[in-house]
């Protein structure tokens, strides 16, 4: 059995296509990378055409196409054939043999087949947007659901995940408790003045003796303190959004 469209179209949509070679990301370097993830014969400073990385995405699709073959001991529909060759082709042959996916698969327990999928969304131990939304359309495929199968070609592979909304200082718990602090602290300072004064003449010696006197350096203290991790919350959402 061949792989039809629907099959290269996920494949083609999650890899996306770079006609200049890159270094693999773990190491750096080898094994370089082109076109839809073709790895053979690839060198630095390599460059192709968009028609060399399609004839070199049919030449290793082949490769996937005899492995699920040969893995696969059931009769299977061709849009089950294809979700499996989009998984093989992102996974590996090797994962697929030793995968509970492909015990599934051979016990005929078709139905338990797309949450096999869904197990397989994580890269060196963290789960990644990106192969979420791949093993949903490959479980969608499996399945037969037509318009889930489909990739959303508005989403491109390259294209990074939605950015949560900016946050502002009525976002920020330390900004906020600042702020609070802050006043808690002026208002400690009035009502202390106010506690003092017997009338609006000794209002001015009230004043001179607070400020003079260790509760009302506490409380400038305090008060200081808190416009100061205020402004460094601000400064950090201004610049860094968090």
Not at 114 to 124: C, E, I, L, N, Y
């Amino acid at each position: 059995m061949l792989a039809s469209r629907e099959a290269l179209d996920i494949i083609k949509e999650f890899e996306g296509c770079r006609l200049a070679a890159y270094p693999d990301p773990g190491t750096g370097g080898a094994p370089w990378t082109i076109g839809y993830g073709h790895t053979k014969g690839v060198s630095r400073g390599m460059l192709i055409t968009q028609q060399q990385a399609e004839d070199f995405l049919h030449i290793d699709i082949l490769e996937f196409e005899k492995g699920v073959d040969e893995l696969v001991k059931v009769g299977l529909k061709q849009h089950q054939f294809d979700a499996l060759v989009s998984f093989a082709f992102n996974c590996g042959i090797g994962n697929l043999r030793s995968s509970t996916l492909l015990k599934m698969v051979n016990a005929g327990n078709f139905d338990a087949v797309p949450a096999q999928f869904m197990r397989w969304t994580r890269a060196a131990g963290k789960e990644l947007p990106g192969l979420v939304r791949r093993r949903r359309a490959e479980a969608a495929l499996w399945r037969g659901v037509d318009e889930a199968a489909k990739v959303d070609h508005n989403e491109s592979a390259s294209k990074p995940d939605a950015l949560p909304p900016a946050k502002t200082m009525a976002d920020s718990k330390q900004g906020n408790a600042a702020f609070v602090t802050g006043g808690l602290a002026v208002m400690g300072a009035a009502k202390e003045a106010t506690n003092q004064a017997k009338d609006a003449s000794d209002m001015i010696d009230v004043l001179t003796s607070i400020v003079s006197g260790p509760n009302f350096l506490i409380l400038v203290a305090i008060g200081a303190l808190a416009g100061a991790i205020w402004y460094w919350r601000y400064r950090n959402m201004e610049e860094h959004g968090v």
